[in-house]
């Protein structure tokens, strides 16, 4: 059973020690078999991610019962508070009332909103390398860290409310993983895991399939299986989550996407338009556009060769911009409270 020491990493001025070049894209050095990149690319991409969710949680950044769990947190932190003041009326003592964590936090967006939402709340938000902007709300704090480790080094039950989205690419052993958010997470505490699924869209009957699209996609996941990933994480967030015997009330949303501008005007496909599905739609298109020439660095590394990479990125491209069917893709999000 492996047991990890890793710290915190300080970030200065000085960031390059944090990056590696790596098939022509910059890579983070934290974690060696994490092969997205971490560049500016990739940071436009969280950002349009982000925003693509906050049109499916209907202009939040989150779902479920998020205030009332940091209002417990209030009440718990506010006792101490007033505790220690009377303890010693000599020495101010600074607490924030609520504590939020962010994993794989990417651009920031999430935890900056967060922090301007709820101001206070303390919200830390790690990655593996320091993308995220400097100024930034004097709640929010950057830290960097491999999450995919035995023991993330943070105290137990300090967090009220815990966020992980787009992750489990990341880690190897997801059911640990969540072991130690619910180590984390105080009692009543809220956890929500946002993970979008690894497999393509089939397409309608009568439709041609979208043959480069779905090779694309059959190589991602043979890529991350060969690299100890499980592919099925985001279809078992709920069965995961009762897993670890720690959570209760879990409940599980799938969201179905569009991808591309097609929403609009297809009533063959689609009985109700919703206003915003085709910001929905093209955020989505936006998001793919950036990842599909994302993947090169992880099939390079795998041993594919550079033409076959060449030709699975093109082919999937060519079916992005000229689908054969309106394709679309699910979003798997699932929340829970850590029991008492």
């Given amino acids: 059973m492996p047991h990890h020491h890793y710290l915190f990493h ?7 020690d944090y990056f590696r070049s790596v098939h022509q ?9 994490y092969l997205l990149p971490v560049d500016h690319d990739e940071v436009k991409r969280s950002d349009i991610h982000h925003r693509l969710l906050q049109f499916v949680f209907s202009g939040r950044s989150y779902v479920g019962p998020v205030k009332e769990a940091l209002q417990f947190g209030q009440h718990r932190r506010g006792l101490f508070f ?14 924030f009332l609520q504590s939020v964590l962010d994993l794989g936090t990417g651009s920031g967006s999430w935890a900056i909103d967060i922090a301007d939402e709820f101001p206070r709340a303390e919200v830390i938000a790690v990655d593996l390398a320091p993308i995220q902007p400097r100024c930034v709300p004097p709640n929010c704090t950057f830290e960097l860290c491999d999450l995919d480790q035995w023991h993330i080094p943070y105290p137990d039950a300090h967090f009220d409310f815990i966020h992980a989205r787009s992750l489990h690419i990341g880690i190897h052993n997801y059911p640990r993983f969540l072991h130690e958010l ?18 393509p869209c089939l397409p309608p009957p009568a439709h041609p ?8 996609w059959d ?8 690299q100890g990933v499980d592919i099925t994480v985001p279809e078992r967030l709920a069965d995961l989550l009762a897993g670890t015997a720690s959570f209760e009330n879990v409940m599980v949303q799938i969201g179905n996407i569009p991808v591309g501008f097609w929403p609009q005007g ?9 206003p915003n599905l085709l910001t929905v739609g093209q955020l989505q298109w936006m998001d793919y556009e950036l990842f599909l020439p994302a993947l090169r660095p992880l099939f390079l590394c795998n041993g594919l060769p550079p033409s076959t990479v060449e030709r699975l990125v093109k082919e999937a ?3 992005l911009y000229y689908p054969s069917f309106p394709p679309s893709t699910l979003l798997h999000i699932a929340y829970a409270s850590k029991c008492y």
């Avoid at 894209?25 to 078999?33: D, E, H, M, Q, V």
């Avoid at 007033?82 to 607490?95: C, P, Q, T």
């Avoid at 105080?186 to 895991?193: K, S």
């Avoid at 297809?266 to 919703?274: A, E």
């Fill in 317 to 319: 491209q060519h079916d």
């Fill in 219 to 226: 190589t991602y996941r043979a890529c991350l299986k060969r």
């Fill in 182 to 199: 619910a180590r984390l997470l105080r009692p009543g505490g809220l956890i929500l895991l946002v993970e979008p699924t690894l497999n």
């Fill in 266 to 274: 297809m009533p063959d496909f689609v009985s109700y338009v919703d």
């Fill in 10 to 16: 300080l970030v200065g001025d000085d960031t390059d």
């Fill in 25 to 33: 894209r910059t890579l983070n050095t934290l974690n060696k078999s």
């Fill in 209 to 216: 399939p979208m043959a480069g699209w779905a090779a694309l």
């Fill in 82 to 95: 007033l505790l220690s003041f009377f303890l010693s009326s000599l020495i101010f003592i600074y607490v």
